[in-house]
């Protein structure tokens, strides 16, 4: 499967922006769980929202809750992340990631860079 992120990019304290990762592939089919991670310079990579590929059982991490929202889009093969009210501690690289089964290892995708001024 690939997965290619997209939607990242420089904005105000406050703002929205909406991430967008579209999986292709045979593989496509098989796909269990979502999900977008992050990772800011000299931190370690952490798990911010999961959905199961059928839209279901969405998860997000608390500092999150309440201001983003993951969801799916089973027309376009897309797994989203709408984030309003963002902060400067959101800034980061943020990657997606998929797996294949309910016990397959992630498979991801290059990241998208948000950043946010304050």
């Known amino acids: 499967v690939q997965l290619q992120a997209s939607g990242g990019g420089l904005v105000q304290d406050g703002a929205s922006l909406r991430l967008s990762c579209v999986a292709s592939g045979r593989s496509v089919v098989g796909l269990y769980k979502a999900a977008w991670f992050r990772q800011a310079p000299g931190k370690e990579r952490e798990e911010v929202a999961s959905?199961?590929?059928?839209?279901?059982?969405?998860h997000y991490t608390d500092s999150v809750k309440g201001r983003f929202t993951i969801s799916r889009d089973y027309a376009k093969n897309t797994v989203d992340l709408q984030m309003n009210n963002l902060k400067s501690e959101d800034s980061a690289n943020y990657y997606c990631a998929a797996t294949i089964g309910s016990h397959g290892a992630w498979r991801w995708g290059q990241g998208t860079q948000v950043t946010v001024s304050s």
């Open positions: 959905i199961a590929w059928n839209g279901r059982n969405a």
